[in-house]
């Protein structure tokens, strides 16, 4: 049985995002529930139909403090293994949360034209702290997907909040930033015209400005692009968040790239619960490769949640120039979160 599902699982696999195809027969799957919280939002809606078509998922809770009966309604009429459900308000948290195995959390506001990540930190670090106390105390086990801007507070914050209540497990917490790695992929493969579906291109540090460090000179297939091409695809990929928020003039941030991404890095945690060997993906955690008590980087995800945090590999000198420049932001962002959790 345990190798039907990993032949299941990994012939699913050969493709990034074909999740969205691979067939399953029950029972050789096992049980999973993930909960979406912000669901009725702009990246909570197109997650949680991606989350709906991944059949590693056997319960899908969606709560928002508004609007998810029907986001709930529509998506459970998709023909797919998990059954849904909708909570709205605070007093259905806990019911949305219970016995989840993975909690996704988009909640919060986006930014507009003018705004950095950081001028959310007032409203979305309030309500990032009171999901994770709600988190702490009906799922305490569950791994935690932390989408909600800016990532570089609020993954500290959660941490400071699950240490408060005693629940607190490094391995079971980790910053989104694969649309780090999506966008870096996506604009790479256009310079360096490989197929994109072949590129892999880790990104590391934090998930806001120049803390987004992405590792060209580890890129594959290696296409030995000039200096200057390099320092443009790492602009772009630090600026890509802002490049959507512009073209939005005023509608909110990324909400469909992140909503894939979101569905990328829910998939790879639960694949890694389920004993699918060496997945790895790039993510902010607790780590101890660089001087920062958080940091991203690649992590080989296992059946308790982070199972190693792998290190930075060789850098070039661009990159060993970013690395330094982004330390001391990347620093002020954490220290602000685990103040913010310790002060309110
Ligand atoms: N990590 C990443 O790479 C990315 C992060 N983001 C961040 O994701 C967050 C959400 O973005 P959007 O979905 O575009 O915003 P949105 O405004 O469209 O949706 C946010 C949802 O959160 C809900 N919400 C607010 N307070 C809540 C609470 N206490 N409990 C549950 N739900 C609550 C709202 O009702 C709304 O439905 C923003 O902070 C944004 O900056 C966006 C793109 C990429
Ligand atoms: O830029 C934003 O505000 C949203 C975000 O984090 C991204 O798209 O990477």
């Known amino acids: 049985m345990r190798s039907s599902m990993y032949n299941l699982i990994r012939k699913g696999s050969a493709s990034r995002s074909s999740f969205l195809f691979r067939s399953y027969s029950s029972g050789t799957v096992p049980e999973r529930k993930v ?18 078509l991944n059949p590693l998922v056997s319960k899908l809770a969606l709560y928002d403090i508004a609007g998810t009966p029907g986001v709930a309604a529509d998506v459970s009429h998709i023909n797919t293994r998990s059954e849904v459900a909708g909570y ?25 034209p003018g705004m950095t990540r950081d001028d959310l930190f007032n409203i979305n670090a309030g309500i990032v702290k009171s999901l994770c106390t709600a988190i702490a105390k009906y799922c305490p086990n569950a791994l935690v997907n932390m989408i909600s801007n800016p990532v570089n507070s609020t993954v500290p914050i959660a941490a400071e909040v699950f240490k408060k209540a005693g629940t607190y497990d490094e391995k079971k917490l980790f910053g989104v930033t694969t649309l780090d790695v999506v966008r870096a992929k996506t604009f790479y493969a256009g310079k360096a015209k490989v ?14 400005g120049i803390t987004i460090l992405p590792l060209f000179s580890q890129a594959t297939p290696k ?60 993510s902010f955690v607790q780590s101890s490769i660089t001087e920062l008590p958080f940091f991203a980087s690649k992590v080989k995800l296992g059946k308790n949640g982070v199972e190693e945090v792998l290190g930075l590999g060789p850098l070039s000198d661009i990159e060993k120039e970013g690395l330094e420049h982004l330390i001391p932001e990347l620093k002020s962002s954490i220290e602000k979160g685990i103040k913010f959790a310790n002060q309110s």
Do not use: W
């Open 35 to 52: 909960a979406v919280l912000g669901a009725a939002g702009g990246i909570g809606q197109p997650l949680a139909l991606l989350m709906k």
């Open 195 to 208: 197929p994109v579906g072949e590129v892999n291109v880790p990104v590391v540090g934090g998930h806001a």
């Open 88 to 112: 709205m308000g605070e007093e259905q948290l806990g019911q949305a949360l219970e016995g989840s195995d993975v909690v996704i959390i988009p909640a919060g506001v986006p930014r507009k």
């Open 223 to 282: 296409a030995n692009l000039p200096d200057e091409d390099i320092k443009a695809l790492t602009k772009r990929t630090q600026d890509g968040g802002t490049e959507v928020v512009e073209a939005k003039a005023g509608k909110g941030s990324a909400t469909l790239s992140m909503a894939y991404a979101g569905a990328l890095f829910a998939d790879a945690c639960l694949k890694g619960l389920n004993g699918v060997p060496d997945v790895v993906e790039c």
